[in-house]
């Protein structure tokens, strides 16, 4: 009997306030072939991480309700191993900052499909 390997797709949670941002990051990804489930903001992120499994977070720093930091923080005491991948318009204050917070990447807004797909490949198993 031969077994077939099904490929197991890879999700990722998009957390931006921003519909635009967060429309074309949920457009990208999922062209690029992963499910993508999306959050307006940390406090629907963490609803949502209660109803999906995901391999990757794609986080804003700067939302409403429950801010991108305070959220990673949280992701690293309940999800150590989760890859957190931030996203910011601040530079390289911010990115040291989050990556001594225990982010996974820091990726600066504006950006090109090109580095979204390299962070998110990196930050993937």
Known sequence: MQMLCQEQVQRILVVDDEPML??????????WGYLVVEA??????????????????????NMPRLRGDALLARLRRERPGLPVIIMSSEGDGMRKRVLGLGASSFLT??????QLKDHIRHALP
């Open 40 to 61: 307006c903001d940390g406090q629907d992120a963490l609803e949502k991480l209660r109803e999906y499994p995901v391999d990757v977070v794609l986080l804003d720093m």
């Open 109 to 114: 807004k504006p950006f090109r499909p090109a």
């Open 22 to 31: 967060r429309g074309l990051c949920v457009t990208l990804l999922a062209s």
